[in-house]
Structures are given as C-alpha cells and as structure tokens.
C-alpha cells in the first residue's frame, strides 16, 4: 500500500511538472540567453573594429589625440563589463548599457573630428570602416530589438498562472529590456539661422 501511495505521488509530481511548464520556461530561458549572446556578438564586432579605425584617424588627426584616446578608453570599459545571461539583472544590464553608450559618444565626437579631415574622408580604409561601424550598428539594434522581444515572451510566460508558482519554486526570474538612450525621446533641434 505504501509503495502505490509512493507511485501515485511520483505519478502526480511527474504529471504537475509537466503541464506546470517547467520545460517551456528552459525553453525560453535559453532563447533569452542565445538572444543576448547575438548583443554581444554584435557589440564585440563594433569593438573589433574600433582599432582599426583609430588607427587609420591617427594617421592624419595626429593633433586629436584626447578625442582617439577617449575612444579607447570608452571600448576598452565597454568591453571589461561582462554580464551572465542566465541571472542578468537591470543594474547589470544599465551598467552594460552606460559603457556602450560611452563607446557611441566617443564614436560620434571622432567623427566630428573627422569632418575636419577631408584627406581623412577619403581614405579609402576610413571610408571601407565607417560603412562596416555602420551596419555593425544597425545589427545592433536588430539583436537589441530580438532580445527586448524574446525577454518580454519569456517574462509574460514566468509571470502567467499557473506558470508563475513553478516559476517561483524554480527561481526564475524576469529578465531586463534595452531601454532607449536617455533624451531619445526628444528630436533634435535644426535651426537654419
């Protein structure tokens, strides 16, 4: 008798953890992880190529050196923040998000400089790097946009009843968006005066 009662019980627990969506929350949890290792992949190739192009700017800027060091600096911070998948939080993930925003503004302001380098603007190497840098940013934006959205199904499948009781007992927990830069909100002001 004590042995059926025990068979039941493991027949009950097999059967709750099966329709509880214990395996569907892997699921998405690894989708989340994979989806993050696709920012990172696209942030790493920004940063590989960041080298090349301060190299080539050297060349002719030699007078821009805070401006080229800064973008050091900026890849070299960006790229010591290390973040795991797999426990991120939003103080992980802001942090993350601040270094690779300092890597955009210190990307921007040497293209300013550039301007005053039309030897520079020619270059072929420099012109071959800019086009790279900018699809490398579109990419992305693309896997940031793949990751807010496959975090958002994993977070509403954990937070769902009855999913979210097995969501609990198992520790999983809501994982973080990209969120827009601060001031994207507001469009820049063009005055022709």
Known sequence: MKRRITNCLILAFAFLFTSCGYNTMVEK?????????????????????????????????KHESS???AVIEA????????????NM?????????????????AMSKLMVVVEA???????????????QLEGTENRIAVERRKFNETAQDYNKYIKSFPELITAKIFGFDPKPYFKAQAGAETAPQVNFD
């Open 117 to 131: 380098y039309p030897e520079l603007k020619a270059n072929e190497n420099f012109r071959d790097l800019q086009v």
């Open 67 to 69: 401006t080229l060091q």
């Open 89 to 105: 939080t939003e103080a992980d993930l802001e942090k993350f998000q601040q270094a690779q925003d300092n890597v955009s503004s």
């Open 75 to 86: 890849r070299s911070k960006a790229t010591s923040v290390q973040i795991d998948p797999s």
């Open 29 to 61: 949890q690894e989708a989340t992880e994979s989806a993050w290792a696709n920012v990172e992949n696209q942030y790493q190739r920004r940063a590989d190529l960041i080298p090349n192009l301060v190299n080539v700017v050297k060349g002719y800027a």
